[in-house]
């Protein structure tokens, strides 16, 4: 963890073998600004191997441009079909491994842990949760793959899991009562 320094930038990646989606937030004090969002489109590949050589690449080129203090990843969700968690999982373990390499510390979250930290709903939608990136960071356009807000979020995620360890354990009702005690907190 990096002491004495006010500013932080935190990438987010949401791994996946189709499509992986990432986003970076500079945190400044209490305040997030978007730096980018994006995704890496995969799904013109047929070799998973290919696919996870890119996610490498590509996760790599991400972390020597945005130069992120840490990288925050979505863990995988355990479905019912095994061969696509382990996909999932080796795709997460490529741009763990990516990071390591370049000495930045990771962080893990559930999906369920990053929708309800932005949304204040474990259950919402990746629409809801898009939405609700829109009016954090203050930006209109509507990414063309959800995915991209996914990989916005994990790093939104991070950043207030920090800031809500900071508040000593104060407790909300729901996203607006948040909202209106955090105000300083918006763009």
């Given at each position: 963890?990096l002491t ?6 935190i990438m987010?990646i949401?791994p996946g073998?189709?499509i992986?989606?990432?986003g970076a937030?500079l945190?400044k004090g209490n305040?997030i600004e978007?730096i980018?969002?994006?995704v890496?489109?995969l799904d013109?590949l ?8 890119r ?11 945005y ?9 995988p969700?355990?479905g019912?079909?095994?061969?696509v968690?382990?996909k ?8 763990m491994t990516?990071a390591l390499a370049?000495?930045i510390?990771?962080a ?12 204040g709903?474990?259950?919402?939608s ?16 509507t990414p063309?793959f959800l995915?991209?807000?996914d ?5 939104v995620?991070?950043?207030f899991?920090?800031?809500n360890?900071d508040a000593k354990?104060k407790?909300y009702?729901g996203?607006?009562?948040?909202v209106r005690?955090?105000k300083t907190?918006?763009k």
């Amino acid at each position: 963890m990096l002491t004495g320094k006010k500013e932080r930038v935190i990438m987010g990646i949401d791994p996946g073998t189709t499509i992986m989606g990432y986003g970076a937030i500079l945190e400044k004090g209490n305040k997030i600004e978007l730096i980018t969002l994006g995704v890496v489109r995969l799904d013109h590949l047929d070799d998973h191997f290919l696919k996870l050589q890119r996610i490498f690449e590509r996760t790599t080129a991400l972390l020597a441009q945005y130069q992120p203090d840490i990288l925050a990843l979505e863990a995988p969700f355990y479905g019912k079909n095994v061969q696509v968690t382990l996909k999932l999982g080796r795709a997460q373990g490529v741009a763990m491994t990516a990071a390591l390499a370049r000495d930045i510390p990771i962080a893990e979250y559930a999906p369920k842990k990053i929708k309800q930290s932005i949304t204040g709903n474990g259950n919402a939608s990746k629409e809801q949760v898009s939405a609700m990136l829109q009016r954090l960071l203050n930006f209109k356009e509507t990414p063309e793959f959800l995915d991209a807000t996914d990989g916005l979020s994990v790093a939104v995620c991070h950043s207030f899991q920090r800031s809500n360890n900071d508040a000593k354990g104060k407790s909300y009702s729901g996203w607006e009562a948040f909202v209106r005690d955090n105000k300083t907190r918006l763009k």
